[in-house]
């Protein structure tokens, strides 16, 4: 059973900086595309980042272009994204997924089988 911990969520004042990571377990890492994704309250899950099974390629959604980072460690089996000049907007419960395939990236939900627990990112205005 795959298991996905993320980490690294808070409370910050906007325009600073976060960095979350999952550390993943249960199966090769290095083999699957790792994604981040967020939920507002009354919102529907969305897509953040995503990267390649062997980091080389990354997608993003248009609310992070420019001001997030996803980059993965495939040594250490852990999957980072790095948030940079957060608005309130940005305030949701983060989630990493695994991907149910290799290569990728990936941006559909439907594109990830397994998912982390979550972790609260708060800015405050």
């Known amino acids: 059973q795959v298991q996905l911990v993320e980490s690294g969520g808070g409370l910050v004042q906007a325009g600073g900086s976060l960095r979350l990571s999952c550390a993943a377990s249960g199966r090769t890492f290095s083999r699957y595309a790792m994604g981040w994704f967020r939920q507002a309250p009354g919102k529907e899950r969305e897509s953040v980042a995503a990267?390649?099974?062997?980091?080389?390629?990354?997608s993003y959604a248009g609310s992070g272009k420019g001001r997030f980072t996803i980059s993965r460690d495939n040594a250490k089996n852990t999957v980072y994204l790095h948030m940079d000049s957060l608005k309130p907007e940005d305030t949701a419960v983060y989630y990493c997924?695994?991907?149910?395939?290799?290569?990728?990236?990936?941006?559909?939900?439907?594109?990830?089988?397994?998912w982390g627990q979550g972790t609260q990112v708060t800015v405050s205005s």
């Open positions: 990267i390649s099974s062997s980091g080389g390629s990354t």
């Open positions: 997924a695994s991907a149910r395939y290799i290569g990728g990236p990936y941006d559909r939900k439907q594109d990830y089988d397994f």
